[in-house]
């Protein structure tokens, strides 16, 4: 398969995710204080990973790579343990492959920076089924325009 069909597909499969799992969410108030899980800290540091390659990549650095991080998805504790649902393990396995196709893309820039976005889309994807405060923050990491089509 080609690289624009792999990944199609891989986008196919994060969004089905949206639909299968919208039940069963607690209200929490926007006030309140809480001690940050595992998961959630995990989410925080990938999104400050992610804002510094964006930079690397504005600056000129199309070498750089994640670090790798975003493995700790499938053992980090989260906040709702109800939460762990194989569309949550879908997902996860989905941005980890979209991940390693970025740090994987060389340094050819155009395919670096469609390769950062699928990364950015793969994070809205869950976060759409899963904690979606978010997202609008996750959207500032997008590169240049989004690309309509892979």
């Known amino acids: 398969m080609t690289l624009k069909i792999k990944i199609s597909l891989l986008l196919f499969l994060l969004f089905t995710g949206i639909v299968a799992c919208t039940k069963g969410k607690k209200d929490v108030s ?3 204080m809480y ?10 540091d990938m999104w400050d990973e992610n804002k510094k390659v964006k930079e690397d990549l504005v600056n000129g650095l199309d070498s750089v790579v994640l670090s790798g991080q975003h493995e700790k998805m499938f053992t980090a504790k989260p906040t709702d343990s109800s939460d762990l649902t194989p569309v949550f393990y879908n997902l996860a396995k989905g941005y980890n492959t979209l991940a390693d196709s970025f740090s994987n893309a060389g340094s050819e820039r155009e395919i670096k920076i469609k390769r950062y ?24 990491l997008y590169l240049r325009e989004k690309p309509s089509s892979l």
Do not use: W, Y
């Not at 001690?35 to 925080?44: I, Q």
């Not at 089924?129 to 978010?134: D, E, I, L, M, T």
């Open 35 to 44: 001690e940050r899980s595992e998961l959630a800290t995990l989410m925080v």
């Open 117 to 140: 976005n699928a990364v950015i889309d793969g994070c809205v994807s869950c976060h759409e089924n899963f904690c979606s405060g978010p997202i609008p923050k996750i959207k500032q």
């Open 30 to 32: 926007a006030n309140a």
